[in-house]
């Protein structure tokens, strides 16, 4: 059984920075291509970054390009988010996604279809 847990959510003034945390159990993330998304409210999910299963590749919407890093540890089975410079419409609930078979998979990395596991979510909310 796979579980992805988010945290390090919170309220921040815009300008500020955050850093979510995506705790993975049931599988070891370093095997796994793994993303983030977020969903505000109305709105649908969209992608934000991803990291390929090697760890080699990282992809960003444009909208967070220079702004956020995706990054993980091994060591800690850990997911990281480093969102910096945030702006009002980063607002919205982050979830991190794992890709269960990242070997064979030819989705595109920022395709919500490519992942198979998903966390509860953990709110972001930027204040002008």
């Known amino acids: 059984q796979v579980q992805l847990v988010e945290s390090g959510g919170g309220l921040v003034q815009a300008g500020g920075s955050l850093r979510l945390s995506c705790a993975a159990s049931?599988?070891?993330?370093?095997?796994?291509?793994m993303g983030w998304f977020r969903q505000a409210p109305g709105k649908e999910r969209e992608f934000v970054a991803a990291?390929?299963?090697?760890?080699?590749?990282?992809y960003y919407a444009d909208s967070v390009k220079g702004r956020f890093t995706i990054s993980r540890d091994n060591a800690k089975n850990t997911l990281y988010l480093q969102m910096n410079s945030l702006k009002p419409e980063d607002t919205a609930v982050y979830y991190c996604?794992?890709?269960?078979?990242?070997?064979?998979?030819?989705?595109?990395?920022?395709?919500?279809?490519?992942?198979?596991?998903w966390g509860q979510g953990t709110q972001v909310t930027v204040s002008s």
């Open positions: 996604a794992l890709d269960r078979d990242s070997l064979r998979n030819r989705a595109a990395y920022s395709s919500r279809t490519r992942y198979d596991y």
């Open positions: 049931g599988r070891t993330v370093s095997n796994y291509a």
């Open positions: 990291i390929s299963r090697t760890g080699g590749s990282t």
